[in-house]
């Protein structure tokens, strides 16, 4: 009795495995000389390429594929516009502009912003810095909520004469038109 359970088994496992193969067969496209592929044969190869991979963690995602983070709605202020922006911001990357007062050289503009960055590290702020000109430059937050805790303490550096954020300059606090918001329009 044994021994025929064990043949109807191992029938039954030999036979799976004959209709489970797929077959040996290639399509016409993938018969051709690697460097004769068109640009369709190529996505072709790369879509089977990655037919049987297993999905990516939420967190290995590039940055525009990860899923947003649900926003609470009752832990903003209404009334206030900006902390509306700093929640949506939440865990996506955001580029702030950062203009040095007067008319400084590279190199000055290297040595306040880089005395701007490590404060802001200090404060468990990670911001990447960018000179873009000789008194301007890019500072770069992984978290953009974190964007506008930093803008609250570059305006308040004397040496600073603007910040902004989302197409919105906050003018530092020894700037002229100090205490003023503008709108660049592009």
Partial sequence: MKEVL?????????????????TTEKPEWAKKDIRDYTDADMERLLD????????????????????M?????TKVKQDDPESLLQVTKKGRTLMTFVQVAGNP?????????????????????QA?????????AIFLYKDGSQAW??????????????VTIESKVYQGKNHPK???VEKVEL
């Fill in 48 to 67: 089977q390429w990655e037919e049987d991979e297993e999905p990516l963690e939420p967190d290995e995602l590039p940055e525009h594929l990860k899923p």
């Fill in 178 to 180: 100090s205490g003023t």
């Fill in 105 to 125: 050289g590279r190199e000055i503009t290297e040595t306040v912003t880089k005395l701007w960055q490590s404060s802001l590290w200090n404060n468990h702020i």
């Fill in 6 to 22: 064990l043949l109807v088994i191992i029938g039954l496992a030999s036979t799976c495995l004959v209709h489970s193969k797929k």
């Fill in 69 to 73: 983070p649900s926003i609470d709605l």
């Fill in 128 to 136: 990447e810095r960018y000179l873009v000109d000789d008194n301007r």
């Fill in 149 to 162: 805790i930093a803008k609250d303490f570059l305006v308040e550096q004397p040496e600073c004469e603007s």
